[in-house]
């Protein structure tokens, strides 16, 4: 009988395991992918969306697309884990398996950073930043402040991008003089493993006027004054806040009893979680690596090659090397790419572009991973 792998989640991580599983042991795998939305979206597509550049229904991924011999896909909310048993409880009833794995990704505690659902927006969930869409195309200019809570925060690059992206617009509509554009984040560079990155963004802000705010993050939004109180003092007059909501854990991980310091914990190298037969990968897993779906996706394929060298009874060796890409936007079209090795001393990435030619790059990566998971082409 072939063994049979419970994926939950469907995103970065849950797709490129099912993925890799099928190619490693074909009809030996029977595999239930459950996630409670109906498809896929990339977290770039989000920015694509907000500034108007896509819409909402090209960049969605319906999960029937994904189905293929030897994979069920269940649309349903998991709401247990019972890591010991390898068995799962959804809305659309149980699931068991030879081996499970967690692919859950990262939510957001949006009451965390106060004021923010009153008086500011989040860009960081699919409603969210689709609303903005509107909201922005909306705007007349006035003060704009980008800004974090606290981290860790899924795409490093993706707050830097979004104030690229909001100075562009505001350029585009000849908005950009009665504006300002501020960032605030709590770290001392954009991209703390990448030093290269982080400079050419640095030059790239002073160039286009936008105020970097380094090593703190923004406590709270005050909803009278309009301003955004700072963890330094500082009070930022906003007319527009765009914020980075407080991400955490999915509640059913921490109501299972299956996380440590918030995250579900694995060894790095295998992704295998302290309960024997149960993997996690991705934003939910503290791994050690950036949460990006480039970590997640690459997590992903190592838990799968070890779980197929498990089914054929053979020695595991694939081992996670803690190696990624990620693409910066940096508005006009021009993407530049940070190649980041983890676990090789001290991460340095190295920046190549920013040119037209990597946003074709970028533009083929998304076209490959809906191929390769969908079966289907795509123009992002
Ligand atoms: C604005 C923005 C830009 C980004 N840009 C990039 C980029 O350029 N490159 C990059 O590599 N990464 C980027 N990312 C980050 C990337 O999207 C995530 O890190 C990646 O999706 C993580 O993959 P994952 O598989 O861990 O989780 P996810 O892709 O989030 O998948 C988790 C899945 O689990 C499902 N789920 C959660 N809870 C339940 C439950 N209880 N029951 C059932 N299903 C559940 C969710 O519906 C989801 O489909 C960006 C993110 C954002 C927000």
Redesign the pocket.
Known sequence: MPSHVVV???????LELTSTLLDELGGDVEITL????AG?V???S??DVMFGRTTAEAVFHPYADAVRSGVRFVQ????AIDAAALRVA?TEGEFAGDHLVI?????YDIPRTHGLAEVGHE??SEAG?FALRDELARFEGGDVVIGITAGPF??P??PSETALLVDEMLRARGIRDRSSVSLVMPFPRPIPPAPDASSALLATFEERDIAWHSDTGVRSLDAAARVARLGDGTALPFDLYLGVPVHRA?A?LVESGLTVEGWVPVDAATLETPWPGVFA????AAVGTP??????ERQ?ATAARRIASRIRGEGADAAYDGRGI??IEFGGDEVGIVEVAFFEGRPNGTLQGPSRELAEHKREFGASRIRRWFGRDWTP
């Open positions: 939950l989640g469907a995103g970065f991580g849950g459950i996630d409670k939305t896929f990339f977290g770039f989000k920015l349903a909310e998991i709401t959804t692919a859950l990704g990262a939510d860009f960081y930043a899924k795409c690059p993706a999915p059913v990968v991705g934003d939910c949460r990006a779906g480039v970590f997640a992903g990620c693409y």
